[in-house]
């Protein structure tokens, strides 16, 4: 009987605790700062469906916590936005399978961020009247100026190019961003830690301008309120008035799935595409075998999320180190036995921040276990064993010895450094500088050294290093220091866009800086402007001119050496240009050319193409050089047209 009580006791605590966390984690990741992955938060809810299986949890669709402190509008949706079952295995979709249900549509599982759009008839087109988040499933949040920033969902819709003509009609799809947008913006904005939270902070801000700034992308993957037979002709309509569908195949449900699935999940790990998924979703194609087959409070019973597992693997945290940003947030990062997971050996991962260890309960010493998140980023999952003792953060940045500070945000722990002149910010600028510029194979190290032997001290600097410094600091024989050396010369004529980029200052990402750049056409003009008239630039809020205004000010040093050294070209501003020849193509190059790359790539865009970041289906043309790389079997494996240089060249004939 003693017993019977104490165990119950343990499972109630049990339960609470497992409650408690759930719904931290559910929070977190509904605010677009999700600290742990979502394999982790599925074995949080496996844990209380075996010990709780009707916990009033199961029935909840994101997080009540977010909408409750969500200072936006709330917009109610009908029918609600329900979630997806999903499943890891082929047994488990076995389970799933409806007996009467036979073709169906397959659709990847975008990792981003659901929105509603609602558009309402006025006169003879569809005006977007609202967009809103999935809240709890019933309410959401009224975001749709926000909305309106994101590219690919139209703001109107010509009323012509329905056969119907209802009052109204819904759309509802996935906000993502990009990687190759990633990729960009990492570098530009510290706080964006990862390409799949980014989204829902970006959608869930209080400035339209931010949401614009970031570039995310829409997937659309319902439409509601029109007379449509399956799911197919839903993404055939979606397409034909302006939006971009999720990628769909129409297969048969019965027929081997797993090879579907096993296609998708190479397709992710060789990041065949420009976005990150999480699984597919396999749903009946018939609306009204779908419709009949009815939800739960949760999720529809017609489809399925089938999640893809990361591999994962254990290893030793050795060490962990704590590393300073150019905005000096100094970072923890785990150092690990190196480990082979996904087709990469693993030595690190980072932790993000101090709450992130906390969570996770590390010690150095422990065994740990690691996957790579989304099939590509490390990540430490969590503590299989315990040996050694909590990390606790540096009293005392690791590289100037200023006293760190803690600072909590939205229950987030981050360090900093608040020294200005701490080494490793300066260090960590200059590298930004090295490749906002585009200075080419100056490794960071180099820069590192030459920073401590105090020969570079500020960006100036770099353009008086010689052959002899390079030579001798780095024995490296005097043919690769002198194309070094040409490398930092190429870069002495660069544009006002990218000078305004490398200079690290806050909020002055790229985008901003080549609206700076149209707007002002030359350095003297931006230096002599005032808060109003940055202000009256469409998408510059008066908090970012006065950053903008501050950070020119503070570097005035800086860039009165740095023109002693470089000049500032006109180059091809007006990235909005889209005439010519090349008229909305996308190009990625491999290979050397007959032109260095960057010459290559301007001559491209100035002609009205565009350059893309990696190979993916979506991209139009790769131009193959000598010596080309992996690149080329990607994209004949995808079928991507492979050109030569001249073949470049015969487009304008
Ligand atoms: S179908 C009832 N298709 O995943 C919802 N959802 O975890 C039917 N998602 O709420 C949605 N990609 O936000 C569908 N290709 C896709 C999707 C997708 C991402 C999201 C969606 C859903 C969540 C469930």
Redesign the pocket.
Known sequence: MEDQKKNNLNSDKKINELEKSIVLHRKLYYSGNPQITDEAYDSLEEQLRAIAPNHPLFEQVGSEEVLKESSFSKVPHEPK????N?VYTLEEYLNWLPKEAKEGVV????D?F?VKLAYQKQGSVYVLETGAT?GNGSVGEDVTENIKQVHDIPHEIEASALSEAPESFQV?G?CYMKKSRFAVLSKEEDSVESCRNVAPGSIRNKDPRVTKQRGLNF?A??ILGLNTETMTDNFHLLASIGFVP?EHQTIHLQDKPEEIFKQWDTRRTEEVDDYYIDGI?F?VNDLSLFNALGTTAH??RG?I?WKFKSEETETTLREVQWSVSRTGLINPVGIYDKVFIEGANLTNATLHNISQVKELGLGIGDRIVVARQGGVIPKIIRVKESKGSPIVPPSTCPACSWETTVKNEAGIETLHCMNSNCPAVTKAKLLHFIRMMEIEDIADSMISKLFDAGLILEPADIYKVTVDDIESFFKSGKKIAEKLINNINAARKRSLHQLLNALGIPTLGQKLSEDLANHFKNLDALLNTAEEELVAIEGIAQETAQKIIVGLQDRKTIIDNLLNEIEIVSLIQDTNRKDGPLQEKTFLITGTLSKPRKEIEAFIKEHGGSIKSSVSKNLDYLICGSDPGSKVQKAEKLGVPVITEEELVEMFD
């Open positions: 936005m329900l979630s997806l999903k659709t990847p599982k975008v981003g659901a999935r509802r996935e997937f993957y319902n999720v979703v749903m999720h529809p489809a999320a």
